[in-house]
């Protein structure tokens, strides 16, 4: 057996190699919630330079402020478990969720924007957009938290 493999020292370096590993893994995980937040952000900013049309085109913005407001009540959740030592296994199972369909929120509601319909429609979609980052902001709060 090797004499550094046996010794306490070789032991102590690799552990404070993983916990460096995790640090860094903790630092990505923030900035790329703070990234993707930033991303919706930006979205919801560029919606306001599509005009409205006479036509109506409601379906798109409907569903995707539909699929918003459950990724809020689920991130509510996530935020309720910080509070109550009870809900705190459900927090990850509840961001997870949130940004699952907050991603499809998202996804319906460019789709909505670039459809276009009236100023009512538009202005749905662009509540979706901005509801449905509200998970990744949370996230990015929660992970700079923990750091």
């Not at 630092?27 to 919706?40: K, N, P, R, S, W």
């Not at 109550?84 to 969720?97: D, E, H, I, T």
């Not at 009236?118 to 980052?133: P, V």
Request: glycine residues 8%.
């Amino acid at each position: 057996m090797h004499p550094q493999l046996s010794s306490f020292g070789a032991l102590k370096d690799f552990w404070e190699l993983l916990q460096r590993i995790w640090e860094w893994l903790a630092i990505g995980g923030t900035a790329l919630a703070a990234g993707v937040g930033l991303v919706f952000l930006l979205t919801w900013v560029l919606t306001h330079m599509r005009q409205a049309r006479a036509q109506a085109r409601p379906l798109l913005s409907q569903l995707a402020l539909a699929c918003a407001y459950p990724a809020v009540l689920l991130t509510a959740v996530a935020a309720i478990g910080l509070l109550v030592p009870g809900m705190q296994p459900l927090m990850l199972k509840s961001f997870a969720l949130a940004v699952l369909l907050a991603a499809g929120s998202w996804c319906l509601g460019v789709a909505a924007v670039i459809s276009g319909g009236n100023a009512h429609d538009l202005a749905r979609a662009r509540r979706a957009l901005a509801l449905a980052g509200t998970p990744w902001y949370c996230l990015a709060i929660y992970l700079a938290l923990h750091l």
